[in-house]
């Protein structure tokens, strides 16, 4: 598991980097030309549209390298299971792509001069459905190229996906309360199983 990690962060150090700039990118110019104040709300959507489109950047290569250079071939021709890719790129998805946007996006908060508890209740409310973000994307990456289609058209047909992310993302960020909390940790759970098994199944289906 450490190995690949490693291969991977080594193989994708420069899209890490151009993820992160292009957040940080966003923020400050937003903060620059437009925006001069936001509450807690509009702070709130921008971070989750930063964070999406940051991550919606790299989708399209998650497998893509590993799939055109032979090295999923390899990989299962070594005795490294399906569960076991998933769960390592679902790692360097988290590891590599989403904390450093996340970063990105806290430091953001700062060229739009919000409050630390602002940016802290912001944050928390991402993390919470941080998994269910996380497997929608690495679905996406598998649909982005199992399906021939245009890297821009995915997020066409994740965006009813997202819905309640945001929905449940923007509530949790005004106020905390333990029916929010319940119904995010479902959408996790629910998203988690339901894109682990179309990821599993667009695997098995092309090298098993």
Partial sequence: MMVLLRHYFKVQKNLIGSAMVFSLLYGFLYSFFWIEFLSLKEFSLFTWINILLGLFLVSSDIYIQDIKNGFLDFLFSEGISINQVIWVKITFIFLGYFVPILCAAMINGLFWDQAWGVIFKTICGIIIL???????????????????????????????????????????????????????????????????????????????
């Fill in 130 to 208: 941080s998994p269910a973000m996380i497997f929608l994307i690495h679905t996406g990456s598998l649909m982005i190229f199992y399906s021939y289609m245009n890297g821009f058209l995915i997020p066409v047909l994740m965006i009813p996906f997202f819905i309640p992310l945001f929905v449940f993302g923007l509530s949790l960020t005004m106020k905390m309360e333990s029916d929010l909390l319940l119904g995010a940790c479902g959408i996790d759970i629910f998203y988690c199983i339901i894109c682990f098994a179309l990821s599993k199944f667009l695997l098995k289906e092309n090298f098993s």
